[in-house]
């Protein structure tokens, strides 16, 4: 097959990786001989620059088709982005993921600094460990947090911490995106002691593997839901697919019932119980 390039969400032009959208598709659930078919689709309709957004919309319409759990499973990283535009879901969803890991977390929290007061994401708490974490979120993948984002909140956290707090806890400062973080960003964090977490940043610990741990699932990967359904449920306060289900208020608001509400029921029920 002659070599196609196509073109990241960043621009940049890079080699289309055939191992790389099957392993993709693996680790989403779907069987090998499905996940070879659907490459072998892809593979057919490539042209030269071709964006990976129109790969991924063609992969996912053909998983979806053949195996509709795993196709749900394979939309998350678009899903995560889905939880927007201001960002505010994403950080409930965090909340979430982090409560699973262990943590008591609270949201939008002002904390006192030596200059100024300081309105913080999310400060989560376990055993000794007090964590202060900024949350940056993008609605487009391409997106990234770079340098001035890492050098600002690395500000904020000084004088943060400039403050003795009497718990004798130790203190920590997590920058955390659903995106990547640049070179640079990366470097100063490292650096400073500044926590980078993002979609696949670190190796260990990314948001990814967070995310496959607490086996949560946003709603947004509901492909049962349309996008206004889903911002209805934003509105109230749901973020989490699980929790989908439990508010028959909004289900009945919206008019889901008969084989629409069946149909969604079968979705929430395979993606929470698959983990």
Not at 46 to 55: D, N, P
Not at 78 to 93: D, N, T, V
Not at 107 to 115: E, F, L, Q, Y
Not at 167 to 193: P, V
Request: net charge neutral.
């Amino acid at each position: 097959m002659k070599e196609v390039f196509i073109t990241k969400a960043t621009g940049q032009k890079e080699a289309f990786d055939a191992k790389k959208l099957t392993e993709s598709l693996m680790r989403s659930g779907a069987s090998e001989p499905v996940a070879r078919e659907v490459l072998k689709m892809v593979e057919k309709s490539l042209v030269q620059e071709m964006s990976t957004s129109e790969i991924y919309h063609q992969a996912f319409s053909l998983l979806h088709k053949k195996e509709r759990l795993a196709a749900m499973r394979y939309s998350l990283p678009k899903a995560i982005a889905e939880l927007g535009p201001s960002g505010f879901p994403f950080e409930q969803f965090l909340q979430e993921v982090l409560k699973a890991e262990g943590y008591a977390v609270k949201r939008d929290v002002t904390v006192m600094g030596a200059c100024v007061e300081h309105e913080v994401d999310l400060v989560a708490t376990k055993d000794d460990r007090r964590v202060y974490i900024e949350v940056k979120f993008h609605n487009e993948r391409g997106i990234k947090s770079d340098l001035k984002v890492a050098l600002y909140i690395a500000a904020r956290f000084e004088d943060i911490a400039k403050v003795e707090k009497k718990d004798g806890k130790k203190e920590e400062i997590w920058l955390m995106t659903n995106t990547k973080f640049s070179h640079s960003a990366i470097a100063y964090g490292l650096c400073k002691g500044l926590a980078l977490i993002g979609w696949d940043y670190p190796s260990e610990g990314s948001l990814r593997n967070l995310i496959e741990r607490s086996g949560l699932h946003p709603l947004t990967c509901l492909s049962s839901l349309t996008n206004a359904q889903k911002k209805v449920f934003f509105e109230n306060g749901v973020v989490l697919c699980k929790d989908v289900l439990l508010r028959t208020d909004i289900l009945q608001s919206l008019g889901i019932a008969g084989s629409k509400l069946d149909t969604l029921k079968e979705d929430v029920n395979a993606l929470c119980c698959s983990v």
